[in-house]
């Protein structure tokens, strides 16, 4: 979701976000083409952010869209095996 790299934007360090919860909603079917998320926190404090995100097609008409609660780990991505900065 696009909310998270929002997130990792806003916060400035490769952290490990946990969904605590998520609500996707698709409103149009897609079988072809290019995609497009673009998100954004809502809402922030010191454990959890809030974010949403609209998903459009090529054209621009929206495709879905959805929401959610995400709490930060402790355990950064760059100690993550297999993550690469």
């Not at 698709?26 to 995100?53: C, H, K, Y």
């Not at 621009?60 to 993550?80: K, M, N, P, Y």
Request: aromatic share 4%; charged share 20%.
């Amino acid at each position: 979701m696009a909310g998270l790299a929002e997130e990792h934007s806003v916060s400035r360090e490769p952290v490990r976000l946990l969904g605590s919860e998520t609500c996707p909603y698709l409103t149009r079917p897609v079988s072809s083409g290019r995609n497009v998320s673009v998100g954004r926190v809502v809402n922030s404090n010191r454990t959890q952010f809030i974010a949403e995100a609209v998903l459009t097609d090529a054209r621009g008409r929206e495709i879905g869209r959805g929401g959610g609660v995400f709490v930060r780990s402790a355990a950064l991505l760059t100690d993550t095996a297999g993550y690469a900065s």
